[in-house]
């Protein structure tokens, strides 16, 4: 017997996230936009495996090492927006953040967001 199973769901739009990549570009002033492999290696001085990002994501249950990798993939971001900050604290940061927001309903950017913490 072949079952179908209809999943409903609702998008939450939201309107104001933080592209850490044009977040850094702007930061450094670079020509360029760069990833977060590349960032975490200038920001961070850390090296990013990007392994689990080229694994099969839509096969479920997740393997606990692409819940692993998805979690320190936000938990970077995080850092780096928090290493930018610091950074910035004689220059205004607002500029950085409000160049990288985006208006979710007017994009069809599917990259993982979250709200800046507040000042």
């Known amino acids: 017997m072949n079952r179908r199973i209809i999943f409903s769901f609702s998008i ?3 309107k104001n996230y933080l592209d850490i990549g044009q977040a850094y570009k ?4 670079a020509k360029q936009q760069y990833g977060l492999a590349y960032i975490c290696q200038k920001m961070l001085g850390k090296q990013m495996s ?3 990002q080229v694994s099969n994501w839509s096969r479920r249950p997740l393997r606990k090492a692409q819940i692993h990798y998805a979690a320190l993939d936000a ?19 607002s500029r950085y ?13 599917k990259e993982i967001c979250f709200d800046p913490p507040k000042k």
Do not use: P
Request: proline share 0%; glycine share 0%.
């Open 12 to 14: 939450k739009v939201i």
């Open 26 to 29: 702007n930061f450094e002033k």
């Open 50 to 52: 990007k392994y689990e």
């Open 75 to 93: 938990f970077l971001v995080v850092q780096i927006y928090l290493k930018m900050k610091e950074s910035l604290k004689e220059k205004d940061l």
């Open 97 to 109: 953040i409000q160049s990288t927001a985006i208006d979710k309903k007017k994009s069809n950017n």
